[in-house]
């Protein structure tokens, strides 16, 4: 009896130096447990050759919730890194899995779709449109407040209309000038206007462009960018890639899952899993699959 009474005063003090207040809590853990499997285990279900293993625990927030990620990471010899953790709310952690999924079908509201009416190739893409225009390929934004995406994309036809017949539109070095006069024509007079060439790295195809930029009344502004349509075919094919990929839906063993951004997240209970990869060179399918087989050792 003795000895049963000393074992139970361990067990109180253990629950009293973690914080509790009674013995019940000292089996209710604050937020996600990490659950890492051995980097041993994680080299066999993913086929990469991993150099060591390190604890995660971090805080991410976003529209208005917070999160708490425990688990591990995995370095490659090549420089890439998986990721396995668990993840918790600051607030509930009933529902977590289809509150991210909502989040991450949010993301696509950027969309990329074909745009009629310019007798050119021609593309919504998020906020701007792009046109394909003999040896150059044209990206026309115009941002400002108290618009809608429709009266946004029309106002942008409308000047890409009037510009196709400019010949500054078929040139990788726009006249800012004659761009200048076809805005007043198409949307208002601008306030200020600039020149701007740099370099863009647009889904996954990178090249050179000039443009201009006018202040317009009302705070709104509109940005006129050519590039060489050499990249053209390259930046269509990678864009449609990118939208395929961002939001895709799945199942990890009867597990509701979803991939976005490269991130996999499976339902399982309070604490939904998250599989990350980065800087890792393969196929998507490859690395889909490989964050599959990671998940699998976790659930």
Known sequence: ??????????????????????????????????????????????GLQLNGQEQLDSSRYRDGISYR??????????????????????????????VL???????????????AGLDRDAWVDGERIAVRNGKAMLFIELKGPNQSSTERTAAEARLARRLLTSPTASSTKLDCGAVKSVV??????????????????SAGVEFRSSGCSFSL???????????????????????????ASEYTES?????????????????DGESPVEVRTSGIDDTAAKLTALRANTARLVL
């Open 1 to 46: 009896m003795s000895r049963l009474c000393g074992v139970m005063v361990v067990a109180c003090l253990v629950a009293l130096a973690a914080g509790c207040d009674d013995p019940d809590a000292v089996h209710t853990a604050a937020g996600p447990e990490a659950n890492c499997p051995t980097e041993s285990n994680v080299a066999q279900a993913t």
């Open 69 to 98: 990620i425990v688990g591990c990471s995995y370095r490659t010899r090549t420089g890439g890194e998986v990721s396995v953790a668990r993840i918790g709310r600051g607030d509930s952690d009933t529902g977590t899995f289809e």
């Open 101 to 115: 999924r909502r989040q991450a079908k949010g993301v696509r509201e950027e969309v990329f779709e074909p745009l």
């Open 184 to 201: 007043e024509q198409a949307i208002a007079k601008p306030t200020y206007s600039a020149l701007d060439i740099s370099f863009d790295k």
């Open 217 to 243: 009344p009302s705070d709104r502004e509109v940005t006129v960018v050519s590039a060489d349509s050499i990249y053209w075919d390259g930046w269509v094919a990678g864009k449609k890639r990118k939208e």
């Open 251 to 267: 199942e990890v063993l009867g597990h509701k899952a979803f991939t976005t951004e490269g991130t996999l997240i499976v339902d």
